[in-house]
């Protein structure tokens, strides 16, 4: 199971499997993740992953095209988007 580190709060959590990180946000306050619409349009979750970016499955297509056009650097991702593998490790979060 990943340890998810949110580095504004400094919260941690071990993210439980078959959930999105969004659902571990709300689970959980500290995590300190903006969300608004949650369907990819308004960029306002978007997270610089700066460990463990191996960790995370790769961007959906609404993702990308909206990080895309907001000329995002690769390390960003959307909170509402984002599912993290199954296994181990360590994925630090900021949001940004
Ligand atoms: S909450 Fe709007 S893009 Fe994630």
């Known amino acids: 199971m990943p340890r998810l580190v949110f580095e504004r709060t400094g919260f941690a959590v071990d993210y439980p499997d078959g959930v999105s ?9 500290r995590a300190g993740v903006p969300f608004s619409c949650r369907h990819a349009n308004c960029g306002i979750c978007r997270l610089e ?8 499955e790769p961007r959906t297509e609404w993702e990308d095209e909206l990080l895309t056009y907001l000329k995002e650097r690769p390390s960003v991702r959307l909170g509402c988007q984002l599912r993290i593998a199954a ?3 360590v994925v630090r979060l900021r949001v940004i």
């Open 21 to 29: 990180v969004a659902e571990a946000c709300d689970r959980d306050i």
């Open 87 to 89: 296994g181990g490790g």
């Open 49 to 56: 992953v700066t460990e463990g970016m191996d960790l995370c």
